[in-house]
C-alpha cells in the first residue's frame, strides 16, 4: 500500500511563530543569555536543521560543545509541548481529514522530523487526535546523525518499514525539507507556512498553501508534475502524483 510521510514544523502545525520561537527565547531569559531571536533571525534560524543546532549557532564553542545545549533544548522542549497543551497551535487546514482518510484506506502514514520526539508526538496528537496519532510512525530527533536538509531520517523511514520510495509521498514546507526528501528519491508536495514562504522549492511535485479542507479551499503555487487539486487535497490527487512518479521510474 502507498505510503505519506509528513514532516511536522510547518506541515501538521505552523508551529514555528508561536510554538518554537518563543519557547527559544524564554529559554534564552532562563538561562541568563543575552540571547532574543525577532522574526526575521529566526527566519533564517529554521534553514538549521535541528533545536539543538539552532541554540547552538549563537552560543560560543566552548559553551555549545558541552551539556549545556542538551540542558537548553530539553527545556525549550518542555516551553514548546506546553503551548501545544494550551491550544496555541491548532493542525492546519486539511491535516486531520488527509490523514483519516489515507488511514481509512489503508494506507502507511508516518511522521519524520529532525525536532524533538516529544514535541513532533504532542503536535501530531493535537492535530489529529490520540485515536490517528497512535497509527503513525513517528521518526524523530537525534535518531540519524545528519539533519536535514540530508535525506538520512527519510532514508531510515523507507528502511525501517520497508517501503519503496516510488510508493511514498512526502509533505513538507521547506527548501531544507524538499532537499531531503528528494534526496531520498521521494516525491514531495509542499504546503509553505510563515518562515518559508520565499523559499526556493526546486524540486517539489505541487506547491500549495495548504493542503485545504471543504471550509478553507487551498491555493495551487506550482504544478511540476501537472497535478493540479480543485478547492482540497484528496487521495485521488495524491494517487495521481504517485502514478506520475511511477511513470517517470519506469
Known amino acids: 500500500m502507498p505510503t505519506l510521510i509528513f514532516d511536522c514544523d ?26 532574543r531571536w525577532d522574526e526575521a533571525t529566526y527566519a533564517q534560524k529554521v534553514k538549521i536543521g535541528g533545536g539543538k ?17 542538551k540542558q537548553m533544548h530539553a527545556r525549550k522542549t518542555q516551553h514548546f509541548t506546553q503551548r501545544v497543551a494550551e491550544g496555541l497551535l491548532p493542525g492546519r487546514p486539511g491535516i486531520h481529514r488527509l490523514i483519516a482518510d489515507v488511514l481509512g484506506r489503508g494506507w502507511t502514514v508516518a511522521v519524520a522530523s529532525t525536532s524533538a520526539e516529544p514535541s513532533v508526538r504532542a503536535v501530531l496528537e493535537h492535530a489529529v487526535g490520540p485515536e490517528l496519532a497512535a497509527q ?3 521518526y524523530a530527533g537525534d535518531i540519524v546523525p545528519r539533519k536535514k536538509p540530508a535525506p538520512d531520517i527519510y532514508q531510515k523511514v523507507l528502511d525501517d518499514l520497508h517501503l519503496d520510495p516510488a510508493d511514498c509521498l512526502v509533505v513538507e514546507d521547506s527548501d531544507i525539507g524538499v532537499r531531503a526528501a528528494t534526496g531520498a528519491g521521494l516525491t514531495t508536495v509542499v504546503t ?15 506547491v500549495l498553501s495548504h493542503l485545504g479542507d471543504p471550509d478553507n479551499p487551498t491555493t495551487v503555487i506550482a504544478t511540476p508534475a501537472g497535478v493540479r487539486p480543485d478547492a482540497m487535497v484528496t487521495v485521488p490527487d495524491l494517487e495521481r502524483l504517485l502514478a506520475t512518479n511511477q511513470e517517470e521510474s519506469r
Open 10 to 35: 510547518g506541515v501538521l502545525a505552523d508551529t514555528e511563530k508561536d510554538g518554537h520561537l518563543p519557547a527559544f527565547n524564554a529559554t534564552f531569559a532562563e538561562f541568563g543569555l543575552p540571547i
Open 53 to 69: 543546532e539552532r541554540i547552538a549557532s549563537d552560543l560560543e564553542d566552548a559553551e555549545s560543545s558541552g551539556e549545556l545545549v
Open 136 to 138: 503513525c510512525h513517528v
Open 192 to 206: 509553505v507556512s510563515t518562515f518559508t514562504v520565499d523559499d526556493d522549492f526546486t524540486g517539489a511535485a505541487l
